[in-house]
């Protein structure tokens, strides 16, 4: 394999991502640049699953930034790839019409199952030393769960609710009320068990990916509700019970002290309880003892696909 250079476009529900990365000859590759803005493409899509005008805007400028970033750094190969937002909305034509017409890239729409079966590679090769799990990638509109053992993904699955969507649609972004907590874990708690893998794969530990998850992680390390004293949250390991705790401390803060918690980004705090609900709810139906952070996803898992396609190629 020679040595090239590439762009890939990560467009999430409530962020992008721009990351350069180059592949090297003996198939490894060096991240080179990285640069993540919050475009909160899903937001106010609700039932009517439209992706606001407003919100489209603002994306392309984002991604008008990108593609500056990628041409000054020379680059020709370019991986668009999009997911739920995109992959559940109305006018997704619209939108990708316009990211081609005013842009100039091609976005690759992943459906579900592609979005989890990345996550797994990811994973897979970043936490070579974890033997089974069921990995939880919580979105701005989708989680995605993964069961697996022995390097063998035993179920790929994408469910429709995220950070964004589960807070707009449950009140869950300023002073929360308990019953919009329990209204919400009910339709979560239900979308898990409609899996039937509870029983399966009781007491497996569980794999955090997603920005709600990240703040997690920063949040026990920051507030000292974990003290494993690491100097990198990949790896990272908390008890279910911690995730309980933290989770009690910040739904009864209002959004404007969530806004100056440690570890959280203040653009975080209006979807931080809801973008948490996820694993909450997968650590109870499955009575996992503990969590684990991984900072390898989708775009890892991407990489690696490509870098096995030019290695075979060869």
Same mark, same amino acid.
């Given at each position: 394999m020679q040595k090239k250079k590439i762009a890939i476009i990560d467009l999430g529900s409530n962020s992008a991502r721009l990351v350069l990365e180059q592949f090297n000859? +003996?198939?490894?590759? #060096?991240?080179l640049l990285r640069e993540k803005e919050d475009t909160r493409l899903s937001k106010g899509m609700g039932e009517t699953l439209l992706l606001q005008v407003s919100q489209m805007d603002k994306t392309i400028e984002v991604l008008k930034k990108y593609k500056?970033?990628?041409?000054?750094n020379g680059i020709t190969e370019i991986h668009g790839i999009t997911t739920a937002a995109v992959r559940t909305a109305k006018n997704q034509k619209e939108f990708l019409d316009r990211v081609r017409e005013e842009v100039g890239i091609e976005l690759r729409i992943l459906t579900g199952e592609e979005e989890a079966h990345y996550d797994f590679l990811g994973v =897979?090769?970043?936490? /070579? +030393?974890v033997k089974r799990a069921v990995i939880l990638d919580t979105g701005g509109a989708s989680v995605e769960v993964v069961p697996y053992q022995n390097k063998k993904a035993e179920l790929e699955v994408s469910l429709p609710f995220g950070a964004v969507n589960l807070s707009e649609k449950f009140e869950l972004a300023d002073?929360?009320? @308990? @019953?919009?907590?329990? #209204?919400?874990? @009910?339709k979560i708690q239900k979308s898990f068990? %409609?899996?039937?893998? @509870?029983?399966?794969?009781?007491?497996? /530990?569980?794999i955090l990916l997603?920005?709600?998850? &990240?703040?997690?992680?920063?949040?026990? %390390?920051?507030?000292?509700? !974990?003290?494993?004293?690491?100097?990198?949250?990949?790896?990272? $390991?908390?008890t279910q019970e911690h995730v309980k705790e933290i989770f009690h401390t910040i739904s009864h803060m209002t959004r404007e002290e969530r806004e100056h918690l440690a570890g959280l980004e203040k653009? &975080?705090? +209006?979807?931080?309880? $809801?973008? =948490?609900?996820?694993?909450?709810?997968? !650590? #109870?139906?499955? #009575?996992?003892? $503990?969590?684990i952070f991984s900072e390898s996803g989708v775009r890892e898992g991407l990489i690696f696909e490509l870098i096995a396609k030019e290695m075979k190629e060869e």
């Open positions: 000859s +003996d198939g490894t590759y #060096r991240e500056a970033v990628i041409d000054k =897979l090769d970043c936490l /070579p +030393d002073k929360v009320k @308990e @019953e919009n907590i329990h #209204r919400a874990c @009910e068990q %409609e899996l039937a893998f @509870e029983k399966q794969y009781e007491g497996w /530990p569980v997603g920005g709600a998850n &990240r703040s997690l992680a920063k949040m026990a %390390e920051k507030n000292a509700w !974990t003290s494993c004293g690491v100097d990198q949250l990949h790896g990272l $390991s908390i653009n &975080r705090a +209006d979807i931080i309880i $809801s973008g =948490l609900l996820p694993v909450l709810n997968l !650590t #109870r139906v499955l #009575r996992s003892p $503990s969590v």
